[in-house]
């Protein structure tokens, strides 16, 4: 019940502010003033906000510009990254050292640690880090056929650590099952 009265106000409110006409009424604030003052680098005086609600072309503007904006950030939002064997540095002999993500924001290392077992690091780009912050995600970096190689939080070097999951090398895993490897956020 009260989603339906705060549905009704808002479509009052936006009856009354964006669909209502005022003769001589011109946008009073440029699309770069309006860009600004939606990334909160522009703040308006009182009378400046006066000004505005009674500019119904400017208000709807502002709206459009706003809905423009949110979009853009929402598409920013990184959505996952993939890695590809042949993106990697070596012959096929060679132990596989490291793979980078196509878009550049992850690298995956292998090595072995003292006691001769196959280690992974992850390294992570700082922004992708921030963003699973702020959405409360971990990261699972799975290979081809969905098996999770890696999972959990980056910490503040951005790095994430585990052992490698199966007997056979890196190289030879992808070689046998495909060479993709996705890393993508998960809820936690």
Same mark, same amino acid.
């Given at each position: 019940?009260?989603?339906?009265? @705060? ?13 209502? &006409? ?31 609600? @009674?500019? $119904? ?78 959405? =409360? ?27 490698? $999951?199966?007997? &056979? =090398? ?19």
């Amino acid at each position: 019940m009260a989603d339906k009265q @705060h549905g009704g106000r808002r479509a009052l409110i936006d009856s009354i502010l964006f669909h209502r &006409e005022r003769e001589g009424d011109r946008q009073i604030l440029s699309d770069e003033a309006l860009q600004r003052l939606i990334e909160g680098e522009l703040k308006l005086s009182p009378e400046e906000v006066r000004e505005l609600m @009674h500019s $119904p072309a400017t208000l709807r503007r502002l709206r459009v510009l706003n809905a423009l904006h949110r979009a853009r950030q929402k598409s920013s939002l990184w959505q996952g990254s993939e890695m590809l064997l042949l993106a990697a540095a070596g012959e096929e002999e060679e132990p596989l050292q490291y793979l980078d993500s196509v878009d550049g924001l992850f690298s995956l290392h292998f090595f072995y640690d003292d006691s001769g077992e196959i280690q992974m690091l992850l390294k992570c780009d700082h922004g992708v880090i921030q963003q699973l912050a702020q959405s =409360s995600r971990t990261l699972w970096v799975q290979d081809a056929e969905g098996t999770i190689l890696l999972s959990g939080v980056p910490d503040e070097d951005g790095e994430l650590a585990g052992p490698w $999951p199966f007997s &056979e =090398s890196p190289r030879a895993h992808f070689m046998t099952l495909g060479m993709a490897i996705s890393i993508k956020p998960q809820r936690v």
